[in-house]
């Protein structure tokens, strides 16, 4: 302390014992495990512990639309090995959502919308989204599927097959197009990065 500079040091020592690593997961989601962990997991078991891994996982987890809810824990430490498991609950989201919407536009005249998705196709995390716009002078159908690549974190691959007629004036068009494309989804936060 040094009362003349109206200043004092302050030494603390902190003992924090030694480092835990990443014990088995846990895991009720309804997705097949294995690929549930390629895809979402932040972390493997034997990485050092890391509470933002935990984080991240548990934002992965939630943007994934997979799960209402959904938890992602440590369990009691294991002071012998140095090891935590952690524990993944959760309650799945709806399996189907429907949409359906109205509206009505000077150039286009009435118009209406039907959509349906199935967010789990099946176990290995495909999803459906059908969509049919109606309008006066034109129907469309989009079926689109999207399926998550385990390899690259929050990513997919989308198949598109969009099938119109429209009708201007006295000529009529109709086509069919496919598209495939890859999605990679990224933003700012600690969840985006794998």
Not at 115 to 127: A, K
Not at 183 to 188: A, D, E, F, H
Request: aromatic share 8%; net charge positive.
């Amino acid at each position: 302390m040094d009362p003349a500079t109206h200043s004092a040091r302050a030494y603390v020592t902190l003992e924090t014992g030694e480092r835990y690593r990443f014990g088995p997961t846990i895991d009720r989601a309804e997705l097949a495990p294995r690929r549930a962990r390629a895809r979402y997991l932040r972390y493997q078991e034997g990485d050092w512990y890391d509470a933002e891994s935990l984080l991240r996982t548990q934002f992965a987890l939630d943007d994934s639309q997979y799960f209402a809810i959904v938890e992602v824990l440590p369990e009691e430490r294991d002071r012998k090995n140095k090891v935590a498991a952690v524990r993944i609950t959760s309650e799945p989201n709806r399996r189907h959502v429907y949409r359906i919407g109205v509206g009505y536009g000077s150039d286009t005249g009435a118009r209406g919308t039907l959509g349906w998705e199935d967010r789990r196709l099946n176990t290995r995390g495909h999803r459906l989204h059908a969509e049919t716009p109606r309008l006066r002078h034109r129907q469309l159908g989009d079926p689109d599927l999207h399926r998550p690549l385990v390899r690259i974190p929050r990513s997919r691959s989308s198949y598109q097959l969009r099938v119109f007629r429209e009708q201007n004036a006295d000529i009529e068009t109709e086509g069919t197009t496919f598209k495939v494309g890859l999605t990679q989804v990224r933003g700012s936060g600690s969840a985006c990065s794998p």
